[in-house]
T-cell receptor
């Protein structure tokens, strides 16, 4: 079964609203990252966050290893935040290759 | 600027034909990866490499081969392409030390007809 589950699948926001994206893992968590992907575009690493809380501008990531979950909080959303956010954890073996969730598509309108 | 470059950006292939997807990185990373992205599945690992001359099977290697002739180059080969291999393919590099070192290419959109 799917080892990395993301919710919600999609999210529609009005500019200025906050949002919380969730990522849950069915196995022990080795390490995890959040990526951002524009439609038809490449992936850009947003956070490498194996544990605890990290903040970068309006984005905050919190990973709780014991609970096998990670979240990405977007505050005061802007139109440029629109896109797909994917979480991923490292495979137990294999050169730090990643197992990805299916993503949360965020659409921010004015 | 360090980067991962994929070619071609788009490819149409016929069923049964041979397809080679190329990836070049200037990050001097040891590890390189090939993923495919399909709706409903996210990104799935096909093959990866620890360095020149090494290739390892990922989670969905069937129907694919990989080649790492140098630190910079990593190719994905479809010897006998099938319509089920229609997808978007991403190459990535990383140095194995964590902290957001993963760099992805722009992707190759492959259509097998």
């Amino acid at each position: 079964g799917q080892q990395v589950q993301q919710s919600p699948t999609s999210l529609v926001l009005q500019e200025g609203e906050n949002a919380e994206l969730q990522c849950n893992f069915s196995t022990s968590l080795n390490s995890m990252q959040w990526f951002y992907q524009r439609p038809g575009g490449s992936l850009i690493s947003v956070f490498y966050n194996p544990s605890g809380t990290k903040q970068s501008g309006r984005l905050t990531s919190t990973t709780v290893i014991k609970e096998r979950r990670s979240s990405l909080h977007i505050s005061s959303s802007q139109i440029t935040d629109s896109g797909t956010y994917l979480c991923a954890m490292e495979r137990g073996q294999g050169g730090r290759a990643l197992i990805f969730g299916t993503g949360t598509t965020v659409s921010v309108s004015p | 600027e360090a980067a991962v470059t994929q070619s071609p950006r788009n490819k149409v292939a016929v069923t049964g034909g041979k397809v080679t997807l190329s990836c070049n990185q200037t990050n001097n990373h040891n590890n390189m990866y090939w993923y495919r992205q399909d709706t409903g599945h996210g990104l799935r690992l096909i093959h990866y490499s620890y360095g020149a001359g090494s290739t390892e099977k990922g989670d969905i290697p069937d129907g694919y081969k990989a080649s790492r002739p140098s630190q910079e180059n990593f190719s994905l080969i479809l010897e006998l392409a099938t319509p089920s291999q229609t997808s978007v393919y991403f190459c990535a590099s990383g140095d194995g030390t964590g902290d957001s070192d993963y760099t992805f290419g722009s992707g190759t959109r492959l259509l097998v007809i």
